[in-house]
């Protein structure tokens, strides 16, 4: 059926190392996004892509890096996880017409 | 900083009773509206989209949009417990135009 597929539903992680999310869209999508998702804080926006190879910053990309180097895989790099990182992660896409977004089920990410 | 509010609830409403949501956003220059639904423990999933100025209904539930008042909401009809959930609502805010902005949510419990 779906559509869009997070590699991972649980990860444990140790400070300093460095993490990989994985998140893969079937629909032809040409828009993905990586929010991160605490209590009391709401859906906060750390990179988007609306296209390969393109990136833009969201709202608190400190830490984080992206790759989108295929249409539907969009990365998101931890590059020292560290434990104000942990989380839960969702990936979603969108269509060109900036329609609403499918999410993943979420990367719940742990960093100890 | 551009902002969507909601009210956090608890909104408690009845079984077959009519539970309204209220959104409202900062940034005039906002086009697209959405709601979504999480359940506890799941990612968000779209139930509805609006675009212009009154009301669009889908089953059970309708939206609302005042540009004007920068006004959202959602009347949810004939409310059951499985509508249980935490509703969120997303504006478009970024530069690219597709990525949202989302509400902390409002937790909505329906008791039978």
């Known amino acids: 059926d779906v559509k869009v597929t997070q590699s991972s539903r649980y990860l444990v992680k140790r400070t300093g190392e460095k993490v990989f999310l994985e998140c893969v869209q079937d629909?032809?999508?040409?828009?993905m996004f990586w929010y991160r998702q605490d209590p009391g804080l709401g859906l906060r926006l750390i990179y988007f892509s609306y296209d390969v190879k393109m990136k833009e910053k969201g709202d608190i990309p400190e830490g984080y890096s992206v790759s989108r180097e295929k249409k539907e895989r969009f990365s998101l790099i931890l590059e020292s996880a560290s434990t104000n990182q942990t989380s839960m992660y969702l990936c979603?896409?969108?269509?060109?017409?900036?329609?609403?977004?499918?999410f993943g089920s979420g990367t719940r990410l742990t960093v100890v | 900083q551009k902002e969507v509010e909601q009210n956090s609830g608890p909104l408690s409403v009845p079984e077959g009773a009519i539970a309204s949501l209220n959104c409202t956003y900062s940034?005039?220059?906002?086009?697209?509206f959405f709601w979504y639904r999480q359940y506890s423990g799941k990612s968000p999933e779209l139930i509805m989209s609006?675009?212009?100025?009154g009301d669009k209904e889908d089953g059970r539930f309708t939206a609302q949009l005042n540009k004007a008042s920068q006004y959202v909401s959602l009347l949810i009809r004939d409310s059951q417990p499985s509508d249980s959930a935490t509703y969120l609502c997303a504006v478009t805010g970024y530069q690219a135009g597709t990525a949202l902005i989302f509400g902390k949510g409002t937790t909505l419990s329906v008791s039978s």
């Open positions: 979603a896409s969108s269509d060109y017409g900036g329609g609403g977004y499918t």
């Open positions: 609006i675009y212009s100025n």
């Open positions: 629909m032809d999508h040409e828009n």
């Open positions: 940034d005039r220059g906002s086009q697209s």
